[in-house]
């Protein structure tokens, strides 16, 4: 049982890690984004959620709360669970205190312009969610790091489910411009937020899923 917050900037991976992770643990990933994507189709706030989620803002934090609490309600989440995209302000770190103890938080570190060239990348599987990557992207000081493609099997096609691979709509560069800018404004003090109680931890990103998420789980291993 364990209850930890991916932190990072939009692209850093953390959706990714998070699933593989989860999926080895048997604990529940919960992104905030998605619950939100699905809680368009059939909320009475699917409008104002579009809104937001298109132009890459904060969703009011009513509505992201209510639908956090209603995922963490559920019995599979007693078995533990990585939020994923929560929390982003400190009011809703404050929110979710009173929700829930959280034992560690990852704070996931990666240069901008990778950030970008992997959102650019990002492919989408529009039934299950699963994430794939196009690009082969290399950075680090002397281009040690890199991210190999993630490719489907079948171009365009989920391995999982055989959905539609996409681009979210939230995808291109303009977007991302002001996704990491209202994460620099509003969720980095988050770091020194968590930092300052304790439970923080930094992992750098230096490398595909099968570097990171054996990398991760010994960090939350840690004590
Ligand atoms: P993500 O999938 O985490 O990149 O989130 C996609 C979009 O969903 C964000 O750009 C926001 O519009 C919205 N969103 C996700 N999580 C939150 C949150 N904790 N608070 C407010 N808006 C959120």
Not at 8 to 22: D, E, H, L, V
Not at 125 to 139: H, M, P, Q, R, V
Not at 187 to 208: A, F, Q, S
Request: hydrophobic share 30%; aromatic share 4%; glycine share 8%.
């Amino acid at each position: 049982m364990m209850k930890v917050i991916f932190l990072g900037p939009p692209g850093c991976g953390k959706g990714t890690y998070a699933s593989r992770i989860c999926e080895k643990n048997d604990w529940v990933h919960i992104s905030t984004g998605d619950l939100l994507r699905s809680a368009r189709e059939d909320s009475e706030h699917g409008e104002t959620i579009k809104k937001y989620q298109d132009t890459g803002g904060l969703v009011p934090d009513e509505i992201v709360l209510a639908v956090l609490k209603k995922r963490l309600e559920r019995p599979d989440a007693e078995k533990g669970f990585i939020l994923d995209g929560f929390p982003r302000t400190i009011p809703q770190a404050d929110a979710l205190e009173s929700m829930s103890k959280i034992e560690k938080v990852i704070n996931l570190r990666i240069p901008d312009h990778v950030i970008v060239e992997k959102i650019l990348a990002r492919r989408t599987c529009e039934e299950c969610g699963n994430i794939y990557n196009i690009a082969d992207i290399k950075f680090g000081p002397n281009d040690e790091y890199r991210m190999p493609p993630i490719s489907p099997e079948t171009e365009g096609k989920c391995d999982k489910c055989g959905g539609s691979l996409v681009s979210r709509s939230d995808e291109n560069r303009e977007i991302i411009e002001n996704r990491l800018n209202v994460y620099r404004e509003q969720t980095e003090p988050l770091i020194k937020h968590y930092r300052d109680k304790g439970i923080l931890k930094d992992v750098d990103v230096t490398g595909p899923p099968a570097i990171m998420v054996p990398k991760i789980l010994g960090v939350i291993g840690e004590d």
